[in-house]
């Protein structure tokens, strides 16, 4: 694992922690690529059931290093060209989304610009109530990437994303909490740990399932219809009817005991 992206294992929990402090986390290329690789890696890998992202020195991620980036970049490289780098980057943001595990966000200091879109994209965020979090782009004469306009009109919709996104204000982890936008607000420093006790009954739940209602529910939250939804319950309830899992899950309950799950 590069040393820009520190990785470690805690029970069935991954914890991913950007590892840029002198620069608040803000990303690099070689970031992102390490990001998507160990997303890809933790996503097929049955000893995960969670996925916890975090960031060193007490900051979340700043957003993009604009001058790191900017010094890789070829000054002649077409718009097209680009375009396409960007969005190719952007896909860490799809990953967290999509892969069938839950993403959480810890949420120390700045969470900034993409830095803040990367912590939407995570299922749940658990921030320090003193947490900077800031869209950040209107005020550096941008318009905003890495899936942040989509994830918070999702979280909070259109009328309070676009207060948030034109306006640009800082608000604190408790804030964050108020709104909407963050799941807990806790003390400062203790976001990582308690992060990691959030994902501890995600992580022992039953994970075909747990992938399952997941992907339900992002198809309702992006604008799937009923008919949409309910079909794809209707394959996932069934699949999941006839796993070993909750056949083990009904044996449990019959024994008055704690189900032990397996994913399979």
Known sequence: MSEVLLSERRGAVQILTMNRPERKNAFTRPMLYALEEALEKA?????VRAVVLTGAGGAFCAGGDVKAMSEGQ???MSFYAKRKGLRDRMEVSRMLHEMPKP???AIEG???GAGLSLAMACDFRIASDTAKITTAFAKVGLSGDFGGTYFITQILGTAKAKELYLLSPIISGKEAERIGLANRAVDEGTALEAALEFAAPLASGAPLAIGRMKGNLNLA???????EVMDLEADNHTNSSETADHKEAAAAFVE???PVFKGA
């Open 221 to 227: 939250a992006g604008g799937g219809s009923l008919v």
């Open 110 to 112: 700045a969470a900034a």
């Open 256 to 258: 008055k005991r704690q």
């Open 103 to 105: 993403t959480i966000a």
């Open 43 to 47: 996503a097929a890998d049955p000893e």
């Open 74 to 76: 070829d000054p002649d």
